[in-house]
């Protein structure tokens, strides 16, 4: 599914934030500590994360993984050449092909929900990360207030699947990519699976009246 719509996936993401990814994400990379330098952006898609990352962080370094070939082509496509990038990893998030503790941060945008299994795959993610070494996690959440919420399942269960088939020509992927927004843990059940994986959450932000959630979080020291 997601080897399908790699031509179409930046769109996609204007459509699934009704445009205000691009301004969440550089936000987020934003909340990295001075010391973060080296990084690894997983379930990276095209890039669009690590793109902010670059641009905030003059000689910071960049490693891109996602485990669909075509968004690894489309990530080193789009970050080829820039200062600091050093290329994509066809991987699975649940076993990446790194050293433990070889990284200062870790981050993820709207990947984590589609991870195969939750709490194993935030374990990964802590065994790459030095300690004290930090991962950004941004992902889709209801909304608290409830007019909001009803206006937000609207959108992803009924204007979105349609709009997006019909720009895409692949109606599937946009009614499985609402479907695990719904189907994806609360912020609170989320906050104690990263406290599981030795992950200590530093703060939590929410964006665009709390439709997309940003975690931060460090990695314990031993």
Partial sequence: MFAAISPRYDLLNRLLSAGQDRRWRRRAVRRFGPEVRRVLDVAAGTGDLGAAWLAARPGAELITSDFVPAMCAAAA?????????????????????LAGA??????????VRNFENLAPGLSELARVLRPGGELLVLEFFPPHDPARKRLFHL????VLPRLGGWISGDAEAYRYLPRSVGDFVDRERFAALLA????????????????????HARKAFP
């Fill in 196 to 215: 599981g994986a030795g992950l200590e959450v530093r703060g939590r932000e929410e964006y665009s009246g709390g439709v997309a959630t940003l975690f």
């Fill in 102 to 111: 070889c990284l200062d941060g870790v981050m993820v945008a709207f990947g």
């Fill in 155 to 158: 959108y992803f269960s009924q």
């Fill in 77 to 97: 496509a789009k970050l080829g050449g820039r200062p600091g990038y050093r290329g994509c990893l066809v991987a699975d998030a649940l076993a990446l092909p």
